[in-house]
């Protein structure tokens, strides 16, 4: 099966995808995999084509499942398992920015905030000299505000996605 320089390339471009998102690079690879698959693969025969452990691919397809990314089929006569992937990339796309990239903006919103906050207290209390304060608190305005630019970006994103 990965005897393919392109099912490979796929493979390995899946996996830094992932690892691109902060994601395994596993779930990655499966998809990778999956995606250029002519027929359905059993979970026995992923963790043996990518050299994996079994909890990593058992982890891998349950996250894709979720995001719809692929789907478990059922092949007569076999008791295991088996996987396919939805080919329409929409899927992933839209799931990984549900489930990763919103709420990393709005957590980064509130973090930026936090920090704003001690930033403040720190000068008061004397712990940070006018010029640390000054440094600090220009550099965390910058990420504010490229924080709230894709902020208001991601609703128009989502529309695209």
């Known amino acids: ?28 690879q499966i998809y990778g995999l999956l995606f250029l698959a002519p027929k ?9 084509l990518l050299r994996i452990s079994k909890g990593s691919a058992s982890t891998g397809t349950r996250q894709l499942l979720k995001w719809g990314a692929i789907r ?6 076999d008791r295991r398992d088996f996987f396919e992937a939805v080919p329409d990339l929409g899927h992933l796309i839209r799931a990984s920015y549900t489930d990763f990239v919103k709420p990393r903006l709005t957590s ?10 001690s ?4 000068f008061k209390q004397g712990i940070l000299t006018k010029e640390e304060f000054e440094l600090c608190q220009s550099r965390l305005k910058g990420l504010t505000k490229l924080q709230r ?13």
């Open 40 to 48: 359905p693969i059993s979970l026995d025969d992923i963790v043996e």
């Open 108 to 117: 980064s919103g509130k973090r930026l905030a936090s920090m704003n906050s």
């Open 149 to 161: 630019k894709l902020s208001t970006l991601a609703p128009l994103a989502e529309t695209f996605i």
């Open 1 to 28: 099966m990965l005897n393919s320089k392109t099912r490979r390339d796929m493979v390995e471009a899946g996996g830094r995808l992932c690892q691109l998102l902060s994601l395994p690079r596993s779930t990655g």
């Open 119 to 122: 930033l403040e207290e720190e």
């Open 72 to 77: 478990q089929m059922w092949v007569p006569g």
